[in-house]
């Protein structure tokens, strides 16, 4: 179309997982023309209102708002009245989704495909931003990785022809798992509940509750219990009481024996001496 702006289209390299590409597109006065893909295309509007049509449905989206294209869907789109308009991209290859699908979900029934109108929903859109910044930053594969899978998870078995895999409550168990992995890899750390809650893609009320019910503790008394756990490996090691402490990350030597004595009822030096 004469007198169109030229995108600004961004591509993002995410090495750690094969069939994936993400770019972020931004424009005023464009119209794609009709056209359609092979891959799967989760577009997230960042800003201004995205209008067009999916399969002859016509949409108009704004911030926040997710669409969702499958391969040989025919679509079109553009700007709305030309203004300011920035998504990101999210394109997915027929394999990698059916390795997913089989993987996580069985087997599959016929081809994946997805709902065309689009959707909207706050805690999903949370969940696809999240990830998209998650994959554009070259530090963070491993939280990218975790993210995409409950993402994709939560997106098959809502808003596809597969459904019923994951349940809430299957999808909740997963956060859980997640949560109770991250404080065995990091009892060593300082960290916080909401740093938790984040990993786990759950919010602090609902990780701190839900947690207690799953395991019959707090997060932070399963740390305290499991930090007590290695001390006692480290003290029949013979390492120094005051080293362990520091070693399991505990405040200080007073602040352990507290724990200690707590959690077990006698003292680190009884352990340490092989009473115990």
């Known amino acids: 179309m004469p007198g169109q702006d030229t995108p600004k289209i961004t591509f993002y390299n995410h090495s750690s997982e094969e069939g994936l590409s993400i770019s972020q597109t931004a ?21 201004g209102i995205n209008e067009g049509f999916t ?20 679509h079109a789109g553009n700007s709305f009245n030309n203004s300011y308009l920035q998504f990101k991209s ?16 069985g087997p599959k029934k016929g081809d994946i495909r997805f709902e065309t109108a689009p959707v909207y929903n706050p ?8 990830l998209l910044n998650s994959m554009v930053k070259p530090s963070a594969e491993l939280d990218s990785s ?14 596809s022809n597969q459904g019923g895999g994951v349940s809430p409550k ?22 916080s509940l909401q740093e938790l809650a984040r990993y786990s893609l759950l919010s602090p009320y609902h990780l701190a509750r839900q947690f ?19 001390a006692k490996e480290l003290l029949r090691n013979s390492s120094s009481i005051t080293q362990v402490a520091l070693e399991v990350g505990f405040f200080d030597h007073s602040h352990f024996l507290r724990n200690f004595r707590k959690m077990e009822g006698t003292s680190p030096s009884r352990i340490k001496r ?3």
Do not use: W
Request: contains cysteine.
């Open 274 to 276: 092989g009473r115990l």
């Open 123 to 130: 805690s999903l859109s949370r969940q696809l931003e999240g």
């Open 212 to 230: 207690k019910k799953q395991y019959g503790l707090s997060p932070f008394q399963y740390l305290r219990n499991f930090r007590v756990e290695k």
């Open 146 to 159: 975790l993210k995409l899978h409950l993402f994709l998870r939560t997106l098959i078995t809502n808003y």
């Open 90 to 105: 999210l394109r997915i290859e027929p394999q990698f989704l059916n390795y997913f699908c089989e993987l996580n979900e």
């Open 170 to 191: 299957a999808s909740c168990q997963i956060s859980l798992k997640r949560a109770k992995e991250f404080i065995q890899d990091n009892y060593q750390k300082d960290f």
């Open 55 to 74: 399969e002859s449905e016509g949409y108009r989206i704004g911030r926040g708002s997710i669409l969702i294209i499958n391969p040989g869907d025919l």
């Open 27 to 47: 424009y005023s006065n464009f119209h794609f023309p009709k056209h359609f893909h092979n891959h799967y295309t989760i577009l997230f509007i960042e800003a």
